[in-house]
């Protein structure tokens, strides 16, 4: 049997790794001159800045991807600082008082009725999560401090790059669960492209195929079933195809389809998964910002979301004795055409929160379009079939149910191997 994978970004290679292991004859066709699309490292004055993530896994050793990575026999090292996260809180925004407070901690700056209630819904959420309604507001019908939503705006926009009321509840209890049981962030020793690069390792030790500047114009379809693609006008034929570029870019590449009713169910589905988008501050600092190697949450803060400083955990990721700090925060779709003021407000932010601080920016980077943070918002999954036989679509267009991003990759692809293998 062979498979063409479409796209050598995190979900493609994972996908190729896997089914190259399982003695299927794979190529991966990839548009850009390198692989590992927005999971990769750029390497800008020694400082090892990314085409996307920000050196982050979800769930660290211990969740979805870690367990498919050793699965598929990637050799990469995954590092969790304990303490993992903590929400920066400010008494005096003025005079820059603050406390850090851990994130399992967060409800002590709540009222006592709020913490009541707080430990309650701690309890009953895992039984019966609530359905139906945006996170924001299931907020607004439990708590009255406009601290809570600040700390979900906060924990949504650093996790999944939206605001709490663009996820449904359902979906961030779903995480939360997902939390519970598999743990808080890591960093992939080496940055994202440790992880890639390490797939695209098995992939070529397993026999399989990987081109680079190979872009795939279209996916030939024949009675209804994937049976190849098409790349510069050559063809190239396969029993089945996976798609790495979300279900919209997939669609379009679909040329020759009758639409039936299922297909017109399906298109109307795909039309309203929307990418989220972001802007992400790289920092290279003379001193340690934040100190630790979790995420430092900051709900007070006007754009930003929340800050990593990945050196504290692999001191490689920038030139000796420097630190690289990465401050991320959600775009609201409508605001795409202004980024130059979100960037603007985001760099205010971050020379407030580290103010009398050594370091200057880097570089900044704007996620949206083709190249968003995710190209299907959390909770707007639609899973990773098609109507079209033999055609599976994975990645962060089609993530796994609860799945924060690589994590949601990692759950997908894990969804799809279920689909062809068993
Ligand atoms: P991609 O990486 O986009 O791969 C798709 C590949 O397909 C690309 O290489 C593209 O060039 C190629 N392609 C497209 N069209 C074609 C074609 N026609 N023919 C051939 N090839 C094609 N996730 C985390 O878990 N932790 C984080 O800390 C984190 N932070 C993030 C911060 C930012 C600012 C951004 C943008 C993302 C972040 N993410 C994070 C999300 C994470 O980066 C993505 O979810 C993940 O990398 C997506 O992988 P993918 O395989 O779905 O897609």
């Known amino acids: 049997m062979k498979v063409i994978v479409i796209g050598a970004g995190l979900g493609g290679l994972l996908s190729a790794a896997k089914l190259s292991g399982s003695g299927y004859e794979v190529e991966v066709f990839e548009r850009l001159p390198m692989t590992g699309g927005r999971f990769t490292n750029i390497d800008i004055k020694g400082y090892q800045l990314t085409t996307g993530a920000l050196h982050m896994i979800p769930h660290g050793p211990t969740g979805p991807l870690a367990q498919l990575l050793e699965e598929v026999g990637a050799d990469v090292i995954i590092e969790r600082d304990e303490g993992m996260a903590f929400m920066r809180i400010f008494e005096d925004i003025e005079n820059n008082i603050y406390e850090d407070v851990p994130f399992g901690k967060f409800g002590k700056t709540f009222s006592l009725w709020n913490r009541i209630k707080l430990a309650l819904f701690m309890i009953t959420t895992r039984k019966n999560p609530p359905k139906d309604c945006s996170f924001a507001e299931w ?17 949504c926009g650093w996790a999944l790059s939206l605001k709490a009321a663009d996820v449904p509840a359902e979906e ?11 743990g808080g962030p890591g960093v992939p020793i080496g940055g994202c492209k440790a992880v890639t690069d390490a797939l695209a390792d098995v992939v070529r030790s397993n026999g399989g195929t990987m081109y680079t500047d190979k872009e795939v114009s279209e996916i030939i379809i024949k009675d209804g079933k994937a049976s190849g693609v098409i790349i510069d006008g050559q063809k190239y034929p396969a029993d089945l195809v996976i798609s790495n570029i979300g279900h919209n870019f997939t669609h379009d590449l679909c040329k020759d389809v009758d639409i039936s009713e299922e297909h017109q169910q399906y298109l109307d589905r795909i ?42 955990i692999d001191p490689d990721l920038a030139p000796q004795g420097k630190h690289l700090v990465m401050a991320h925060q959600t775009t609201q779709w409508e605001r795409t055409p202004y980024l130059e003021d979100e960037i603007d407000l985001g760099i205010k932010d971050l020379e407030e929160i580290f103010a009398g601080k050594d370091f200057e920016v880097l570089l900044t980077q704007s996620y949206y379009n083709g190249w968003p ?6 909770g707007s999954d639609i899973g990773n079939t098609t109507p079209i036989e033999g055609l599976y679509v994975v990645g962060d267009g089609a993530k796994g149910k609860g799945g924060i991003e690589v994590e949601g990759v990692a759950l997908g692809v894990r969804n799809t191997m279920k689909l062809i293998l068993d």
Do not use: W
């Open 139 to 155: 907020l607004s019908r439990n708590f009255d401090t406009p601290l809570a939503y600040q700390m979900a705006d906060s924990f």
């Open 373 to 378: 943070v995710n190209r299907s918002s959390s």
């Open 172 to 182: 961030v209890f779903e995480i939360f669960e997902n939390l519970y049981r598999y």
């Open 271 to 312: 039309k309203v998964t929307k990418p989220s988008a972001g802007v992400k501050i790289c920092l290279a600092a003379n001193e340690p910002l934040i100190g630790h190697g979790g995420v430092l949450f900051t709900p007070s803060a006007r754009l930003v979301n929340g800050i990593n400083e990945v050196t504290n």
